[in-house]
């Protein structure tokens, strides 16, 4: 029998320690942990000719969308086809895989790496992938149903078992079967409650439900062991958002300033999307929130003209708009302009069916022109799937196109956006201050009282 991994999963190199150095690497990237690409450069120093190495290292690049990587990764994929040759059929459709990727056809990635997924059901590297990849692209259903296809073949006794448990529970909650996500979840961090993907997916279980105290709770209690993880930035925002939802704004503007404003100029875009979205939150409830838009939008100007992905460049925008970086701005729209004319990547669509309405919409609102920001919104509401993300995460368009017709005075459709909103999580203290708002524009007094009563029965409780 050949040389394989921990789970079994065939490795052409048969160098035992090389195999130990690639699961370490993996299980970092899995948990959140130290730094999975330092690691694999130590076993690739040692073992120069082991594939599976140089694929690791180029596949968990993709998942940073980000340029600055981009030369690394294509250098990893250069070095994993020189040693094709001996590589087995797996790690030939990693080869694809990352190959479709580095060309820009991510969705040709994504299907390379179920057809590894097939043939080797316990091949986590490519639930992995898959899984995170069709959360960048807002493939819903994948996220939940890559996972659906293996899980019956997995069990405790598999090393990792514990990721599947986080991946499936995430998958399930964006398609909304709560009950069922919670307990995969939970599941989950009984067997490892470090597990930080985990604790992520039982908070957007209770973010969607709307139970903020018991999210902030929740949060809290498990904080002392995802706060020191990579994820940590991430579940901070998740945090901020229980608090914001039920006007808790000092918290908010603590978990920022600790937790989310770093000094540094690393380039980590989720630090920066993370920091951005609740920024432009808090903006869109007309809180102050002093100078903190300007060293995020230091951050953001460097990679202005990327067009690498749209989720990005609507993140980018906000930050441009609130700081008053028109020429940053109108760098960032020419460059998705030009790019959506003479591309053919996977991104194309997301630009030109999101990412550039939004960029659009963003701009008007901090201009003002709050009719302008609901028309360039309005038509492309129920796509909004196609920016990527989480629902949480996305959750600020409908919150912006909301606000906006307030602001432009269209009280009718303000209001069907707020009882659409108060329908998927009456406990929000918000949703319910924007049906006061929506019938108070309408002369509607009474109701307005009541979704105001509604609204302080909350905060009570």
Known sequence: MGASDCRGIPVSYPVANAIEGLDRAQEMSLAFRGDA????????????????????????????METRIYGDMVKAVQDAENLISNGNDREKGHLAAVKCWIEGDFYGAVQRWEAVLTHYPLDLFALQLVHYTDVLLGDVVGQRD???????????????????LGFYSFGLEENRDFMHAEEMGRRALAMRPDNPYAVHAVAHVM????????????????????????????????????????????????????????????????????????????????VDVGERWTNLADKWERSAADTLYAFNDVHAMMTFVSDNRTDAAKTLLTANERYVENASDANVAMSREMGIPFCLAIQDFKAGKYGDCVDHLLPVRYMTHRLGGSFAQRDVIGWTLLEAALRSRRFDLALGLANERTALKPTSVQNWRYVARAFRGLGDRSNADRADAKAQSLLAA
């Open 37 to 64: 690409i330092a690691e694999i450069d130590k076993v690739i120093a040692e073992h120069p000719s082991f594939i599976m190495a140089h694929l690791f290292k180029a596949a968990w690049l993709t998942q940073a």
């Open 146 to 164: 890559v996972v659906a296809r293996v899980f019956n073949l997995w069990d405790e006794g598999i090393p990792g078992f514990e990721f599947v």
């Open 207 to 286: 973010e969607m439900k709307g139970r903020h105290s018991g999210g902030i709770r929740f949060m809290n209690d498990h904080a002392v062991r995802w706060g020191t993880s990579n994820f940590a930035n991430h579940l901070w925002w998740h945090t901020s958002l229980f608090h914001l939802d039920i006007d808790e704004i000092d918290p908010v503007f603590t978990i920022y300033d600790d937790h989310l404003c770093s000094s540094n100029s690393s380039g980590d875009k989720y630090e920066e999307l993370d920091a951005s979205a609740l920024l432009w939150r808090l903006q869109l409830l007309d």
